[in-house]
């Protein structure tokens, strides 16, 4: 087993919609695992225990049987004693997962990783950060893209936003900090600066 002081990993983190999707594309294509954690977490919320756990804690979250993401979504993004509640069955489940699959990966010879994770700082996961990347927008700019990335209405894309820290929060937080207000060539010019200083 390696130790985690032995590897590179970074966290990228912001609001809903600045583009850490991107970011995170262009970390790949120079040499870093990237993980994200988003889609870990929808795995995991699959798996028995964590659905199990969900669903005696929010039944309403559920059609059919099956959970429905758009639902728990308008539940929790409403409601901010939900959200804290919801993490606080989710995050021990994704962070387990995360670490495991790090450890694989490490093991098979991986030395730089990227954990791209919207709650990084939420779920505990910065702790083993050793640096930390931030990208925000503008929110006008955030809802228009989450709308068309996930065909939700402005209204529900606001809820995810205002359950979400401001970017001072962030660009506080961060070791490295970068804003998606212009052209996309100018924020992957500003994301391949970050990676160069990084390494």
């Known amino acids: 087993m390696k130790s985690f002081n032995e590897l590179n990993i970074i966290g990228l983190t912001g609001m809903s919609g600045a583009g850490k999707s991107l970011a995170a594309r262009v970390f790949a294509e120079n040499g870093f695992c990237a993980i994200d ?11 028995e225990k964590c659905a199990e756990a969900v669903k005696n804690a929010f039944p ?32 021990p489940f994704i962070i387990y997962e995360i670490v495991n699959l790090i ?14 994770a919207p709650t990084l700082y ?18 006008t700019a955030c809802i228009q ?37 212009s052209d996309t060539e100018s924020f992957l010019k500003a994301v391949k600066r970050v990676i160069e200083d990084i390494k």
Do not use: H
Request: net charge negative.
């Open 37 to 47: 954690c988003d889609m870990e977490a929808r795995r995991v919320i699959q798996s």
């Open 60 to 91: 309403e979250a559920y059609t059919n049987n099956e959970f429905d993401r758009v639902k728990m979504a308008r539940l929790v993004f409403s409601d901010s004693a939900k959200l804290k509640e919801y993490e606080r069955i989710i995050f």
């Open 103 to 116: 450890q694989r990966e490490a093991e098979k010879g991986e030395k730089n990783f990227l954990l791209d």
């Open 122 to 139: 939420q779920g505990g996961a910065d702790d083993f950060c050793g640096k930390i990347v931030a990208v925000v927008a503008d929110k």
């Open 145 to 181: 893209r989450i709308t068309a990335r996930d065909n939700i209405s402005e209204a529900d894309a606001l809820l995810r936003l205002n359950s979400q820290p401001s970017a001072d929060f962030y660009k506080e937080k961060a070791d490295y900090f970068i804003e998606n207000n």
